[in-house]
C-alpha cells in the first residue's frame, strides 16, 4: 500500500500516544467532580418540579400596630422621604407618644385615639406633626363627616377615609383605615404627596 506523503510514522506513533496520554489525565482529573455534576443535575430537576410556597406578606406598620408590635418613627417613612425630612435645614425629631396635633378636636374626641408613635419634626422654617393610632373600627364611617364639618375635603372608598385641608399654610392630612388612624399636620412646609407616600409604607 502507498504510503500517504508527508506522514512520517516516527512522529505520528509518538504524537499519538502523547494526545492519548492527555485525553487520559484529562478523564482521570474530571472525576471527583463526576458525583457533584451528578447531584447538580438532579437538584436542578427537583427544584423544578417542587410546588413553590407563596411569599410571605412583608410586615408593614399597619399590621405591627394592630398586632400590638413596637412601631416607631423610622418605620413609618420610607427612605427618600426620610431622607428629603432629614436633610432639610435644622431638622429635628422627636418621637413620643402624644396625642395627634390635629386642630379637629371634636373627631379627635370622638375618636378617643390609642396613640402607637408621634413623630414630630422641626425645621428652620416649619415643621411636621405625624401621629399614628389606634382607634375603633366604627370610627371610619364617621370621620368623613366630622371632619368634612370642619371644612376638610374627605374621599371615601371600601379601604379607607381620606381627608385633607390646607388653612393658613397649614395643612392637615388623615387616613382612617383597618382600626388605624394616621394623623398629619404640616406647618409652612409641604413635602410633595406626603400623606399619600406616608399611607402607601403604612398600609403597603
Known sequence: MARIGGRNRWIAVPAGLLCLAVVGSLVWLSLPMVPVAIGWVG???????APRPAATPAETPARLAAGGGAVDCRTLYADD????LLWRPGSLLNQSMAAPATSATAFSDAATPEVVVTC????????????????????????AASLGGDGFSCEESSAATV???TRAGVR????????????????????????????????G
Open 43 to 49: 437538584d436542578t430537576l427537583r427544584s423544578a418540579t
Open 120 to 143: 414630630t419634626w422641626r425645621f428652620d422654617a416649619g415643621g411636621i406633626v405625624t401621629t399614628l393610632a389606634r382607634v375603633d373600627a366604627a370610627t371610619a364611617s364617621v370621620a
Open 81 to 84: 422621604l426620610w431622607n428629603e
Open 163 to 165: 381627608c385633607s385641608r
Open 172 to 203: 392637615e392630612e388623615h387616613t382612617v383605615r383597618d382600626g388605624l388612624w394616621l394623623s398629619s399636620v404640616e406647618t409652612r412646609w409641604h413635602p410633595e404627596d406626603y400623606g399619600a407616600r406616608l399611607d402607601h409604607v403604612v398600609w
